[in-house]
């Protein structure tokens, strides 16, 4: 080899080496598609080949006064048909079929269908573009909360009680041809709680397995819940009930969080006199979690966030009144943020008794996304019913939002609700039934940038809180 | 050119290229070539050159070269010892005769989905990503012919497809996806031998398991830790007969007819489908009863396929945009074979007098001239 090779073969040597460097010192594992632990309950694309939905628990029984309502709203241009699959407890499957139109929703009775102490539900159809929400309804109140896009091998809750006054049922639905094994933790305000009754319980497939949460773990006030499977996936459910004799009463429904996340929104809060306001935080890691409470109030400056330490396995609980993050009396947003990059789980609790108007209880974890659109399945269309919606920008841009309904095929603007300015970190309460014909119709929120989207269906006159996020739409 | 093709073999593994590339032995073979060209020209020059040139680095890198000859022969030599060459002693066979049951066998013939690393992946796989490739089995354990990579056809892309609509979340139902190719089971393989053979293991990647536990059609079957095995309740046999629980014909027509084939399976379940023509003389011949209705074929789409019984040749369609159907109208015995194009058999022939004129030409090169001494 002569020397005028020599500066050929050194490139050549030194590029083979750099692309190996390049080689080893890649750390990305190879992954494929994006099915992962899902934050919350989403709309998938119109695109898609198929959704399914998971609503863990009710009744269908004239006899059980926790009667479950399936509500399907359809956003999409194309009407979408399917199955709903009701899975009555000691029986078989029922398959009925279900048909929604373009932009419009259904409602699904459970009742009208079976008669069954205890049921779970599976909505699938043909296309994206479609939330499903699931209502339990009671004498003297109703809940209503989303119903899960997917299934998942972990579930948190970060609040519960198991009180004198109170029951905690948590619904484990397993819709797969393979049983699963759970085990389930919970944070309690004694401490930390694994009841042997609850490690490595069997959830056959296809059934649903309920757990009376006060019939194991006793009298205590707050119970933070960890389920984990050892095989199989679930959807789970909590189901709170008051019976009024310590001053609560009225139910609380709420799916719960497939995964902890760094940043929960909850887009309205409030409390005065006989209403409280409480921020529950649970981490499940085995860290210890930073995290601060930051609050907006619609008015008035914006106070310094709150910091707190969240032990490891642990939760803590943030009251309103103690800490006054804001001024009573004053509407808020307030967003759960943790610092430290421990991820945690979070619940905003309002309790009411009198004298407040607001009376009952209700407990919602935050959001831990912001999305340009989002679709709220169930309408309320009675005078009776509250009906209000809360728009926030958690962002730092100013953001235009718009809330239309859809009726009759048509996605009709909600009228002065079009292009409504938001500034940053800015909220926005419409009470709907000033701008809407009280008609139990699917709403969507349209937003130029990402936004948090929570309604409030509470009784006017009756006790009862029913809070429930929105369903970002992909 | 051994240094153009170790690169361009490296870029098409990562996907670099943009276009697709032979196969990495394929572009292995001229730098293989390059390789032994240059350990001969060094061995010339060791012989010519360098008895004559002053002492240098060159002396010096000749004799690393020796030995580094003598040292690559060394593992050679260490497999050669007992004749295994590091393969396992112990294969799948074993693990899935399950599949050779009377239960399974009985129920259709099946095809089985592999997925995971070509590494350790028992048949011929398709890139599908980074790491993960997949490959079809006919009736269980794949044999020799499977580890051939078959030409691709439309069919085979379905697959990889399908695959992605479940890894994406765009459906739970890859079961029924899948069950009209005729997959009846989904193997996820991350060694190329059962576990207790302690053989090479390579990690699916992220998401796979995840996607497949998703899924509401595929259940979970536990035989070996070096396999994740999932059992299609959607399956549609090969030769079936095809029906839906709810015994609803206009459905299972519709779907038969259209050109997706995805958006018309992926709402219906096909698994009350029948299997018939039961035996099977070759790969493109099988016999036995069919019934009044749809008799259906997960082979791609080819006029070539032909159903004969008693009634007469019954009319293909296209089934699902990519597989064949054939509507009887009475049941009974029947035969369904491809018809092989004559232009085969010709190319076959031809390719044999091409050889022969070949060795004839090499022999006639050979014989010396006559009047030459």
Partial sequence: ?474 | MALVCWALVWAGGRGLTGVPLAPAEVLLAPAAAALALAAAVGMAAFERDLPGYRFGWRQVASLVAAVAVAAATVPVLAGAVDGEWGTPDSDFDRTLAFMNSDDVAGAGAFRVLWLGDPEVLPVAGSRLGDGLSYGLSTDGAPGITERWAAPSDPATSLVAEALRLAADGRTERLGRLLGPLGVRYVILAEQAAPARSGTLRRALPEGVLATMAQQLDLRAVEVDPALSIYENAAWVPTRASLATEAADPEAVAAAVASADPFEATVGLDLSASDPVLAQAHSPTRFTGRVDPGTVYLAESASPRWELRSSAGVAERAEAFGWANAFPTSDGGDATLRYRTSPLRWLAIAGQAALWLAVVGVVLRSRRVPSGRS
């Fill in chain 1, 1 to 474: 080899m002569s020397s005028r090779h020599l500066p050929v073969v050194v490139v050549l040597i030194a590029i083979l080496a750099g692309l190996a460097l390049v080689d080893v010192g890649d750390p990305a594992p190879p992954r494929f598609g994006t099915a992962s632990a899902f934050a919350m309950p989403t709309a998938d694309p119109a695109s898609s080949l198929s959704s399914t939905w998971f609503c863990a628990t009710g009744a269908a029984s004239a006899d059980n006064d926790s009667g479950l309502v399936l509500t399907v709203a359809n956003r999409g241009d194309e009407a979408r048909s399917g199955t709903v699959t009701w899975f009555p407890a000691g029986a078989a499957p029922v398959v009925l079929p279900v048909e929604v139109g373009p932009r419009q929703g259904v409602t699904l009775e459970a009742d009208e269908a079976l008669d069954a102490s205890d049921v779970s539900a599976m909505v699938e159809l043909d296309g994206g573009g479609v939330g499903v929400e699931h209502t339990v309804e009671v004498a003297g109140g109703s809940s209503v909360a989303p119903c899960a896009s997917s299934a998942s091998d972990h579930w948190y809750l970060a609040n519960g009680t198991t009180a004198r006054d109170a029951t905690q049922v948590l619904a484990l639905f397993n819709p797969f041809p393979d049983d699963a094994i759970v085990d389930i933790a919970f944070a309690t305000d004694q401490g930390r709680d694994e009841p042997e009754a609850l490690q490595g319980l069997p959830v056959a497939a296809g059934t649903t397995t309920r757990i009376n949460v006060g019939e194991i773990v006793r009298r205590r006030e707050v119970t933070a819940t960890s389920v984990t499977t050892r095989s199989g996936r679930v959807v789970v459910d909590r189901l709170q009930r008051f019976d009024g004799s310590n001053g609560r009463s009225g139910i609380s429904l709420a799916l719960a969080a497939p995964a902890p996340a760094e940043v929960w929104t909850f887009p309205a809060g409030e409390y005065q006199e006989g209403l409280a306001e409480r921020w529950h935080v649970y981490n499940p890691s085995d860290r210890d979690a930073v995290i601060l409470l930051e609050a907006v109030p619609d008015a008035g400056e914006v106070p310094i966030a709150l910091e707190r330490t969240v032990s490891a396995r642990d939760h803590l609980i943030i009251d309103a009144a103690e800490t006054a993050p804001v001024p009573p009396g004053v509407g808020h947003s307030s967003t759960v943020r943790s610092i430290n990059g421990v991820g945690v789980v979070a619940e905003r609790e309002l309790s009411g008794i009198a004298p407040s108007p607001r009376r009952g209880w209700s407990s919602m974890l935050g959001s831990p996304l912001a999305s340009q659109g989002w679709l709220l399945a169930y309408g309320a269309g009675t005078e009776a019913v509250a009906d209000a919606l809360s728009v926030h920008n958690p962002g730092t841009e100013a953001v235009r939002f718009s809330v239309t309904a859809l009726v009759g095929g048509q996605e009709v603007p909600a009228e002065g609700l079009s292009d409504v300015e938001l500034g940053p970190a800015q909220r926005q309460e419409l009470v709907l039934g000033d701008v809407l014909e009280r008609s139990p119709v699917p709403l969507v929120v349209s937003a130029d940038g990402p936004v948090v989207v929570e309604r409030d269906l509470s009784p006017v006159s009756d006790p009862g809180i029913s809070t429930t996020l929105g369903i970002p739409l992909s």
